[in-house]
C-alpha cells in the first residue's frame, strides 16, 4: 500500500493564481482531511471529509475549497492564493467517520506565495 | 479560549535517561488524547491513543499518561536513543465538535 500520497511536493504561486492540491489514500479510509501547519501554531484543519459527497468546514476554511467524489481522492483547491496561504499542507485518513481514529499523514505540500 | 499547550522550546537530554513531554489544555472536555511523532519535512506518524477514562497506556518504551483533573497529559520516553529525536505532538479530540486539535509540538534532543 502506498498509503496517502500527495502531490506536489513544493510549490511556488504568485497572489491570485489558483491551485489544486493532490490528495489519495488507498486503504479505502472513509476519513480524509486536510491540515495546514504553520511554525508555532500546530497543525490548523482545514476542511475534512466522512465520505464520498459529504464535506465541512473546520477551523480555517477560509479562501479553501474541497470535495470528494470518490473515497480515496480529496483534492483542495486554493480559489486566489495569497501571502497568507504560505504554509506546509498536510492531508490525513482514518478508518471509520471519526476523528478519534489514527490519522494516517501524507508526506506535506510547502506551498509558497509570493 | 480553548487552549492546547505543549512546550515550545526543545527539550535536550542525554540518550537512556527518560524523555518527558507534557501537554496541558484549557476549556477542553477531551473524549480522547493522541500522542504523534513528527520528523523535519515529513507528516507526522501516529504513537498512541488513550481514552479519558484511562490513566496510562503503554507501548514498548512509550507511556502516556492523561489526567483529565490536572487537565494534563504526560509521554515518556525511556531509555531514550538519539534516534528518537523528533517533533512530539499531542492532539485532542472533543465529542461535541468531531474535530482533532493540535498542540504546537515539542521538540525532543537526545544527545549520545
Known amino acids: 500500500n502506498a498509503g496517502v500520497t500527495q502531490t506536489p511536493k513544493f510549490q511556488v504561486l504568485k497572489t491570485g493564481q489558483s491551485m489544486t492540491l493532490q490528495c489519495a489514500q488507498d486503504?479505502?479510509?472513509?476519513?480524509m482531511s486536510w491540515y495546514r501547519q504553520d511554525p508555532g501554531m500546530g497543525l490548523r484543519l482545514i476542511h475534512y471529509?466522512?465520505?464520498?459527497?459529504?464535506?465541512d468546514q473546520g477551523e480555517v476554511p477560509n479562501g479553501y475549497n474541497v470535495s470528494r467524489s470518490t473515497t480515496e481522492d480529496f483534492p483542495l483547491r486554493l480559489l486566489s492564493a495569497a501571502p497568507s496561504q504560505t504554509s506546509v499542507y498536510f492531508c490525513?485518513?482514518?478508518?471509520?467517520?471519526?476523528?478519534?481514529?489514527?490519522?494516517?499523514f501524507g508526506p506535506g505540500t510547502r506551498l509558497t506565495v509570493l | 479560549s480553548q487552549k492546547i499547550e505543549q512546550n515550545s522550546e526543545a527539550l535536550n537530554i542525554q540518550e537512556g535517561k527518560t524523555a518527558t513531554l507534557t501537554c496541558n489544555y484549557t476549556?477542553?472536555?477531551?473524549?480522547?488524547l493522541q500522542w504523534y511523532r513528527q520528523d523535519p519535512g515529513r507528516g507526522p506518524v501516529f504513537l498512541l491513543l488513550?481514552?479519558?477514562?484511562?490513566k496510562e497506556k503503554r507501548k514498548e518504551r512509550l507511556k502516556v499518561t492523561f489526567d483529565t483533573t490536572l487537565k494534563q497529559s504526560l509521554f515518556h520516553i525511556t531509555a531514550s536513543q538519539p534516534a528518537d529525536s523528533a517533533t512530539y505532538l499531542c492532539?485532542?479530540?472533543?465529542?461535541?465538535?468531531?474535530?482533532?486539535?493540535f498542540g504546537g509540538g515539542t521538540r525532543l534532543m537526545v544527545k549520545p
Open positions: 471529509s466522512v465520505g464520498a459527497g459529504i464535506t
Open positions: 488513550i481514552r479519558e477514562n484511562e
Open positions: 476549556n477542553y472536555s477531551p473524549a480522547y
Open positions: 492532539a485532542l479530540y472533543n465529542n461535541a465538535g468531531n474535530m482533532l486539535t
Open positions: 486503504m479505502n479510509h472513509e476519513y
Open positions: 490525513a485518513s482514518s478508518y471509520g467517520r471519526h476523528f478519534y481514529n489514527e490519522q494516517f
